[in-house]
């Protein structure tokens, strides 16, 4: 691990100053990615500005009924709150369908939103990786693709988003709340929050320099019954080949988004209505601009397969 300084920040507006003063700089608050990313140098940030200190750690309701995560709040409290346990059972599915227990008492929601991909290459140093070293070329083109992207790659990164909490944030429309440097203020939708790898995959999200995440609103509940497949190699600590999180109202209409088939929880608004007509007719809608490798095809029918497992559970 490459030397850095270390500050505790007192206050949001302290911190995005830190963060803007020093070049290289990185907020940290559980670090279950970050530190494992600057121990293989493959993050190496000069200045780690801390900001557990921060009073971005409650959930709260909101004037319109529904919640305003805090971006500090672990991944545990998150999963076994009351509220989200009733009103948005999706979220707290997907959350303990990730990681592991000790991971979850340490992870953070916007460290969750934020954590970089675990493509093969881009842990290998002595591959290329665009998303590492931008401009040196993407290994897992052309190498073994069996766990990456079939939706919304480019010619420089074919690389996933891990998070099984986005998954659900997409399909609940989450908002994005941010302090930016200038002391200014924004709210990004989450459909909005990832970026498309194009020539720049190493530029993931739409935040700003020195910009900081301070909590996640979900709007009022949609009711429905709310369901979240994940499918793996084993039966925990593993990432998403695929998974699917659904809302299915009694008429069954609804809304689906996608994991582990592209850079960002994958929805298509077409597929939301085309739930009323199946699996098939959703999947069709949301795998319409894939491109799969000859090795990670199989998601094709793995995801009709899978969707249809999840509308058969919700509609019983």
Known sequence: MKSFAYERAASPAEAVA????????????GGTNLLDLMKLEIEAP?????????????????????????????????????????????LSRALLAGASGQLRNKATTAGNLLQ???CPYFYDTNQPCNKRQPGS??????GFTRNHAILGTSDACIATHPSDMAVAMRALDATVETLRADGGTRSIPIAEFYRPPGDTPQIETMLMPGELITAV??????????????VRDRASYAF????????VQSDGSGRVALGGVAHKPWRVEA????????????????LASATPTHQNAFKLPLIERTLSAVLSEARG
């Open 46 to 90: 000069t200045h780690l500005i801390d900001v557990n200190g921060l009073a971005f750690d409650k959930i709260e309701a909101t004037p319109d009924g529904g919640l305003r995560i805090g971006a500090l709040v672990r991944n545990t409290d998150l999963a076994a709150d009351e509220r989200v346990r009733r009103d948005y059972p999706l």
């Open 240 to 247: 998403a080949l695929v998974s699917v999180g659904a809302i």
């Open 116 to 118: 970089r991909t675990r």
């Open 18 to 29: 830190a963060a803007t003063r020093a070049e290289g700089a990185k907020f940290i608050a």
């Open 271 to 286: 597929a939301d209505t085309a739930l009323l007509r199946g699996a098939k007719a959703a999947a069709a809608q949301l």
């Open 137 to 142: 070329g993407c290994s897992a083109i052309g």
């Open 217 to 230: 609103t979900l709007p009022e509940p949609v009711g429905g019954r709310q369901i979240y497949r994940k």
